[in-house]
């Protein structure tokens, strides 16, 4: 075999096995990331329980980041009746909620005279995927 091919099946396994690598780290941070992202969605179902009366179910519409402001944000649908939109100020970060009115028929979900501090959830939650 001359040189020129031993030379040019080296670097065809070098790729091969750098392809492999990329493929691996980037399904990795992928895996990180869902994880991440089911974390935040315990966070905001327990500020819903812990700032509302009446939390049965939450499920997760939608999930996302605005990469222009830092934040991120998810729509959720509570006890199959209450449109709510929740920021994120970075994940792990501070949660502010927002209930959508006009897509409540003008209903609202009603606050707790006293903030709760649970730490469990016990409703049902659905989680939403990352947009």
């Known amino acids: ?7 040019g099946i080296i ?8 392809g492999i690598v990329m493929f691996s780290l980037n399904h990795q941070k992928e895996k990180t990331l869902e994880e991440k992202m089911r974390i935040e969605q315990d966070r ?14 939450v499920e997760f519409e939608s999930f996302s980041k605005d990469n222009i402001t830092g934040t991120w944000s998810g ?11 929740f920021t994120l100020w970075n994940l792990g970060g501070e949660i502010s909620m927002s209930q959508l009115t006009s897509r409540n028929s003008g209903e609202v979900l ?3 005279k006293q903030i709760d501090s649970k730490s469990d959830l016990d409703i ?8």
């Open 75 to 85: 729509d959720a649908l509570v006890n199959d009746k209450y449109y709510v939109r």
């Open 110 to 112: 009603e606050k707790r």
């Open 124 to 131: 049902d939650v659905r989680y939403g995927k990352l947009k």
């Open 11 to 18: 670097a065809l396994v070098i790729c091969i096995i750098g």
């Open 44 to 57: 905001m179902a327990l500020y819903l329980v812990n700032h509302y009366e009446g939390v049965r179910t």
């Open 1 to 7: 075999m001359n040189k020129r091919k031993k030379w």
